[in-house]
């Protein structure tokens, strides 16, 4: 059985092998990870294949001084993020180019139903996505990656490359403003 | 139980509910496709190459770059005067009224001799 650092040292000459034993060993953190902060499955498979594209093209810059998994998570977060980004942009143009309609920006988003949520939770689960796509980045990182990944405050903070009271401060305020939207949304549909 | 309760607790119930998740899992062709996208883009790399080395057009593309300097260095039509290295450097100075001799340089009355 071949370490992980042999893998990457065999990765960085470029062998298929050990870039399809990487590909196979961590497509599903890649993909929870990224399905988790764009809430779209279609999606979310384009952009793990950009991550372990990268991942390929950019294996010469992996020093080792981080965990190997703590680089991918970055790729990960960052490949997603900017694709909100760039998907929100791309609404915003689209906007400014129909000026003649009502001039509502908002178009309802379909609800988001992780495959991994158990049955009886996956309209519970469909509100809590929605109110956690509505979250700052940062708040969205690493409420997805402590809750969906179940990395531990210290493992965010590597990824975000920030202190870990900074991540407890982030979870901190990712909770009261999901709670403030759980409320409003449920005032809403409890009245 | 008041309303205010009620929703407390539902919102209570709302956060946990992805307590428990199961990791999400990835197509199990990921591997196969993302090596398609990488040969395609390999392919169209090596084939904007090998159009480029093509002898005929490696030369097509050395002539029109030689034919653009060659322009720039003759400059169009011109005016057809030249300066000649043998010009009288007195011509010159009185052009410019440049006077040699630091002594006798007359500002106030600068006249062409």
């Known amino acids: ?191 | 139980m008041t309303s205010k309760e009620k929703i407390q607790q539902e919102i209570g119930q709302t956060l946990q509910s992805l307590d428990g998740l199961k990791r999400a899992e990835a197509n199990p062709f990921l591997f196969t496709r993302i090596k398609a996208r990488m040969d395609r883009k390999a392919n169209v790399w090596e084939r904007t190459f090998s159009f480029i080395s093509k002898p005929a057009i490696a030369v097509a593309i050395v002539v029109v770059v030689m034919a653009v300097n060659g322009w720039a260095l003759w400059d169009g039509p011109g005016t057809g005067e030249t300066i000649s290295a043998e010009t009288n450097g007195s011509e010159l100075a009185n052009e410019y009224n440049v006077v040699a001799s630091v002594d006798n340089y007359d500002y106030d009355n600068l006249t062409n001799e």
């Open chain 1, 1 to 191: 059985m071949i370490n992980e650092a042999e893998l990457i040292e065999q990765l960085k000459q470029g062998d298929e092998t050990a870039f399809r034993t990487i590909v196979e060993q961590w497509k599903d953190m890649v993909y929870n990870t990224i399905l988790g902060i764009v809430q779209n499955e279609t999606e979310a498979e384009d952009l793990a294949q950009d991550v372990f594209i990268k991942v390929f093209e950019k294996i010469s810059t992996f020093k080792g001084d981080a965990k190997f998994s703590t680089w991918l998570y970055r790729i990960a977060t960052t490949t997603a993020l900017d694709h909100l980004r760039s998907k929100k942009r791309k609404k915003r143009f689209g906007f400014l180019q129909s000026l003649g309609g009502d001039g509502d920006e908002k178009e309802s988003i379909p609800d988001f139903h992780h495959p991994g949520v158990s049955l009886d939770n996956k309209e519970r689960a469909a509100v809590l996505f929605k109110a956690i796509g509505a979250l700052p980045e940062n708040q969205k990182t690493a409420y997805t990656l402590h809750k969906l990944e179940g990395l531990s405050y210290r493992d965010v903070s590597e990824v975000l490359n920030t202190s870990v009271s900074a991540v407890e401060s982030l979870m901190s305020r990712a909770n009261q403003n999901l709670r403030k939207q759980l409320e409003q949304y449920y005032n809403k549909h409890y009245k």
